[in-house]
């Protein structure tokens, strides 16, 4: 096996060789250990076949880690959880509104400014050190989907519109700056419009070491989907209460005891969720 190349299915359909180096450093990013990466690698590698599809592979990796450390586990599940946050976007909008509340930002989620043309409903607008942004959110739930250059197109578009009002109802100023926020990844030609319009780009790994997942990571802010203890139906209920944060159900958990949750698995969510949080 180690010298036969196996070539596996991308989500885009794209054919590509196994790389035991990207699924280590994805495991590593979890926070597992060298042993239990190994382990890992071992049994995946064990189990390839010719077409196997990188899906598959996240799921046979997901279940070993799930078994031997359910922590790690949820930090590797981070792309799909947020995939789980749809499928209206609406909840991933929340997402990033509140995840910018724990970074400092004063926000607001679906909130009706005026533009010069033609009103229009900003998913977020965000407030921080006296300058104003204008935050849009494209949330795709299915994976190999990416923003081509035609969203930043659009919002520049609509950002302009707003700035140009005469009768501005945004209701802090006219905002400074336009962000387009994804949970998946900009074309090469999306990022260049960005960066040439001046529009502020989000992907998942967008800007280098600054994108979505570093930003979750580096503030331990993780969606409640990441959770493997809780039912898709909990995560659902908790979400339509606006409990989007593993570290918002720790410190209420009212909606717990809510769901008929028992102490026992009660106590085993808080645990988990109380880790993620570094609590």
Same mark, same amino acid.
């Given at each position: 096996?180690?010298?036969?190349?196996?070539?596996?299915?991308?989500?885009?359909?794209?054919?590509?060789?196994?790389?035991?180096?990207?699924?280590?450093?994805?495991?590593?990013?979890?926070?597992?250990?060298?042993?239990?990466?190994? =382990?890992?690698?071992?049994? @995946?590698?064990?189990?390839?076949?010719?077409?196997?599809?990188?899906?598959? #592979?996240?799921?046979?990796?997901?279940?070993?880690?799930?078994?031997?450390?359910?922590?790690?586990?949820?930090?590797?599940?981070?792309?799909?959880?947020?995939?789980?946050? $749809?499928?209206?976007?609406?909840?991933?909008?929340?997402?990033?509104?509140?995840?910018?509340?724990?970074?400092? +930002?004063?926000?607001?989620? !679906?909130?009706?400014?005026? !533009?010069?043309?033609?009103?229009?409903?900003? /998913?977020?607008?965000?407030?921080?050190?006296?300058?104003?942004?204008?935050?849009?959110?494209?949330?795709? *739930?299915?994976? *190999?989907?990416?923003?081509? @250059?035609?969203?930043?197109? +659009?919002?520049?578009?609509?950002?302009?519109?707003?700035?140009?009002?005469?009768?501005?109802?945004?209701?802090?100023?006219?905002?400074?700056? $336009?962000?387009?926020?994804?949970?998946?990844?900009? =074309?090469?030609?999306?990022?260049?419009?960005?960066?040439?319009? *001046?529009?502020?780009?989000?992907?998942?790994?967008?800007?280098?070491?600054? *994108?979505?997942?570093?930003?979750?990571?580096?503030?331990?802010?993780?969606? #409640?989907? @990441?959770?493997?203890?809780?039912?898709?139906?909990?995560?659902?209920?908790?979400?339509?209460? /606006?409990? @989007?944060?593993?570290?918002?159900?720790?410190?209420?958990?009212?909606?717990? /005891?809510?769901?008929?949750?028992?102490?026992?698995?009660?106590?085993? #969510?808080?645990?988990? #969720?109380?880790?993620?949080?570094?609590?």
């Amino acid at each position: 096996m180690e010298n036969k190349v196996i070539e596996i299915r991308k989500s885009s359909g794209e054919r590509v060789p196994f790389s035991s180096l990207k699924l280590a450093e994805s495991l590593r990013h979890s926070g597992a250990d060298e042993s239990t990466v190994n =382990t890992v690698l071992q049994k @995946v590698k064990e189990e390839l076949f010719e077409g196997i599809s990188t899906k598959e #592979i996240y799921n046979r990796a997901y279940a070993i880690l799930k078994r031997k450390k359910p922590l790690f586990a949820s930090k590797y599940k981070l792309k799909k959880a947020i995939y789980e946050l $749809g499928p209206t976007g609406f909840p991933f909008e929340k997402f990033i509104g509140t995840l910018l509340n724990f970074s400092g +930002y004063q926000t607001e989620v !679906g909130k009706v400014v005026k !533009g010069k043309c033609v009103s229009h409903e900003i /998913d977020v607008l965000a407030k921080k050190n006296g300058k104003t942004y204008l935050i849009e959110c494209k949330f795709h *739930g299915e994976e *190999g989907r990416n923003c081509n @250059v035609k969203v930043p197109l +659009y919002i520049h578009s609509r950002f302009k519109d707003v700035c140009e009002t005469e009768n501005n109802s945004v209701g802090f100023k006219v905002p400074d700056e $336009g962000w387009v926020v994804t949970n998946t990844r900009f =074309t090469q030609e999306a990022n260049t419009y960005g960066q040439c319009s *001046g529009l502020y780009l989000l992907s998942w790994d967008y800007p280098e070491n600054d *994108g979505l997942r570093n930003r979750i990571d580096r503030l331990a802010l993780y969606p #409640i989907t @990441v959770s493997t203890l809780l039912s898709q139906r909990e995560k659902q209920f908790l979400l339509s209460r /606006d409990i @989007v944060l593993c570290r918002q159900l720790y410190k209420d958990t009212f909606y717990l /005891d809510h769901l008929g949750i028992s102490e026992n698995r009660k106590t085993r #969510i808080l645990k988990e #969720i109380g880790q993620l949080c570094q609590f």
